[in-house]
């Protein structure tokens, strides 16, 4: 008898974390929401030469697929490599960027795009039957430390920035690099910097940063600062990945992150098996890529060697996502997650998020779990659009104060 309940009780436990969803279910809640990505790497690829409006067999994005995603809002990457500080070419090739994005890809279809800057932007597009078009750069060096810089890209319509990428700058340590070797952290100018952005308006994005740079800018900010393509570093123990701590601060704060959908952010196995864990075979990369100094050909030559090497890796599932943003959710609460994809910026992604078009299925994988359409609705763009707006509402305070 005692083994019978046993029985019944565990049956009842595992239909509490599954239930069956019907497709119909699915589009519904689907539709009910703006899913915005807040990170997607495809400029890489439009700025030479891509055509985002043709359907391609290649990559995770293109228009139609995003549009049989149900996608709401994207944010296109103003990803500006490292390789640029050399010269001094930077801004140069944040204003290309910029470029690719604002002609290349939403001048060039207005019928499916719509250019925002602001969370009401978002939601108007979404009323037109429009994808959101935003940008936020990628690594703080793009500034080349002149906060004049900052401000012209914020006119130019960028509204977010990660304070690193994979490198430090001279104001911002990365979680890319040993520690920094003047100061760990955000120098004084880097607090500057994040409370300029705060009064623009554009929101601090502390993906990449190092530990000590996250805590700094959490303590510097007066907006909520987010991680637009990040994960959980107790289920991935990669630097690029948040702690519980980290997680828990952001979320008192106001903050979310953005679940990235790279195979090593999502799974310990894909991590250990992953090309870039492997020492050896970075110094490798490293050392045959030390001669090529253009970007391109370095991004074609660095895509052929990890093909080459990236065989053995395990892949991450769809149920690695789910699992990032139920440890969130557990952590911090639904109003804690979102989404920050990674596409076309990472090699390989989970099965069933193969690209933009396969959005549903995270949300099938969530209602089958229990999440509720309120709880889906907020991590696909209600958390995102309640931090643009209190960033907005912080810069209208900071402009309102007098001038000391």
């Known amino acids: 008898m005692r083994l019978s309940i046993l029985s019944l009780l565990l049956a009842c436990s595992l239909t509490a974390q599954t239930r069956l969803v019907s497709d119909k279910e699915v589009m519904k809640v689907h539709r009910s929401a703006i899913l915005i990505d807040t990170h997607n790497d495809v400029t890489s690829k439009t700025v030479e030469g891509f055509d985002l ?48 994005v604002r002609h290349d890809i939403i001048e060039r279809y207005p019928a ?19 994808i959101a078009s935003l940008m936020g750069i990628e690594g703080g060096h793009a500034i080349e430390d002149d906060l004049r810089l900052l401000r012209a890209y914020y006119d130019l319509g960028v ?40 009064r623009l308006g554009m929101m601090v994005d502390v993906s990449h940063v190092s530990d000590k740079t996250f805590w700094d800018a959490l ?90 090497s990236g065989a053995g890796m395990t892949r991450a599932t769809l149920d690695d996502v789910v699992a990032h943003i139920d440890h969130v959710k557990q952590l911090a609460g639904a109003g804690a997650a979102g989404l920050g994809s990674d596409f076309d910026g990472v090699g390989c992604v989970p099965e069933g998020l193969d690209d933009v078009s396969k959005w549903p299925n995270l949300t099938r994988k969530l209602l089958e779990k ?21 960033a907005e509402k912080t810069s209208a305070r900071m402009k309102a104060r007098p001038a000391a």
């Not at 250019?115 to 429009?130: L, P, Q």
């Not at 250990?272 to 030559?301: C, V, W, Y």
């Open 219 to 308: 303590e510097t900010s007066q907006a909520p600062v987010f991680a637009s393509h990040s994960s959980c570093r107790a289920l991935s123990n990669i630097a690029r990945n948040m702690t519980d701590e980290m997680i828990q601060a952001l979320a008192r704060k106001g903050g979310v992150i953005q679940i990235n959908f790279g195979c090593e952010f999502l799974s310990q196995k894909s991590a250990d098996t992953s090309p870039m864990r492997n020492t050896a075979l970075i110094e490798k990369f490293r050392k045959q890529l030390a001669g090529i100094t253009d970007p391109r050909e370095r991004r074609s030559a660095m895509r052929k060697m990890m093909e080459e």
């Open 370 to 390: 229990g999440y509720t359409p309120d709880d889906i609705r907020n991590i696909y763009g209600g958390n995102l659009l309640r931090v643009m707006r209190e």
């Open 53 to 100: 409006g043709q359907r391609s067999a290649e990559g995770h994005t293109d228009i139609p697929r995003m549009k049989e995603g149900g996608m709401g809002a994207e944010f296109f990457a103003v990803y500006v490599a490292a390789s640029y500080t050399q010269g001094n070419r930077s801004a140069h090739r944040t204003l290309q960027m910029i470029d690719t």
């Open 159 to 198: 509204r977010y920035m990660t304070l690193t990428h994979s490198n430090h700058n001279n104001w911002a340590e990365s979680s890319g690099e040993g520690p920094a070797a003047k100061q760990p952290g955000l120098t004084a100018f880097g607090r500057q910097v994040v409370l300029e952005m705060n």
């Open 112 to 130: 499916d795009l719509q250019f925002a800057t602001t969370a009401a932007g978002i939601v108007e597009a979404h009323k037109n039957h429009k």
